[in-house]
């Protein structure tokens, strides 16, 4: 299993190494690599947290993005080079939490035999659960997001 945050509009982009800026495009990136393409993948119930606060809902338990105005819905990529069977990936906006610049992201991830089906269509008509076996795998990753205020603030405090 991979994931990844990434700095722009990925799946190809860097990935984050340091701080970014409120406002900043980012990329959430899960893959799953599988030798014999027996497995597709799900991204469902994201939420996002300062550790301190009640989390936010990103994507609930059907795979919809619940705040589109912070993210964008995922696409799924098939055989995506050598490196992952199967990549979601999704784009935002870098947002932070008030009196924190930790923005923790987590994901749980299906895992299912042969298909998973898209339960989240254009209509967020409902279809049946995907085939064959299923497994979940939760994710997190965290992110620096400081604002210009806070930089401010950090150069007049040294």
């Given amino acids: 299993m991979l994931d990844a945050i990434q700095v722009g509009k990925g799946p190809w982009a860097n990935e984050v190494s340091g701080i970014v ?32 606060r009640a989390p936010i809902e990103l994507v609930d338990s059907s795979g919809c993005v619940t705040r589109p105005k912070l993210m964008s819905r995922f696409t799924k990529v098939k055989n995506f080079g050598s490196s992952a069977s199967v990549l979601s990936f999704a784009h935002f906006q870098a947002f932070k939490f008030p009196d924190s610049t930790e923005v923790h ?24 659960a995907g085939k064959g076996e299923v497994r979940e795998i939760g994710l997190n990753s965290v992110l620096q997001v400081v604002a210009v205020e806070d930089l401010t603030f950090h150069h007049l405090r040294t």
């Fill in 105 to 128: 992201i987590q994901c749980t991830v299906q895992i299912c035999r042969q298909q998973c089906e898209d339960q989240c269509s254009i209509h967020r008509r409902k279809r049946q």
């Fill in 21 to 52: 800026r409120i406002g900043q495009t980012m990329t959430l990136v899960l893959a799953i690599k599988d030798e014999e393409n027996k497995f597709d993948m799900m991204v469902r119930n994201c939420i996002a947290h300062d550790g301190n």
